[in-house]
Nanobody, 116 residues
Framework: QVQLVESGGGLVQAGGSLRLSCAAS????????MGWFRQAPGKEREFVAA????????YYAESVQGRFTISRDNAKNTAYLQMNSLKPEDTAVYYC?????????WGQGTQVTVSS
């Protein structure tokens, strides 16, 4: 069973930056791809970014392309989401996700609030 714990959220002004972390335990971290999702109040959870198990390929939602960067450190069992040029519409709870062994694992989420 995989456990995921996000951290790094907070309150930031528009144009600012945050770096989120997702620490994984209980599995073989380097064996699975990882993704970041977010959910704003009253909206459905949406895809933000993903990275392959080796980190060689990354994928982004159009809304964050060029502003966010996903990365991972397999030696630390941790994935990151660097968020730059933040906008008020980026305000949401951010979750990391892993699909491993046919199961879907999610962290508890970390709140990101961007003030205008």
């Amino acid at each position: 069973q995989v456990q995921l714990v996000e951290s790094g959220g907070g309150l930031v002004q528009a144009g600012g930056s945050l770096r989120l972390s997702c620490a994984a335990s209980g599995g073989s971290f380097s064996s699975y791809a990882m993704g970041w999702f977010r959910q704003a109040p009253g909206k459905e959870r949406e895809f933000v970014a993903a990275i392959t198990k080796s980190g060689s390929s990354t994928y982004y939602a159009e809304s964050v392309q060029g502003r966010f960067t996903i990365s991972r450190d397999n030696a630390k069992n941790t994935a990151y989401l660097q968020m730059n040029s933040l906008k008020p519409e980026d305000t949401a709870v951010y979750y990391c996700r892993v699909v491993a062994g046919g199961y879907d694992y999610w962290g508890q989420g970390t709140q990101v609030t961007v003030s205008s």
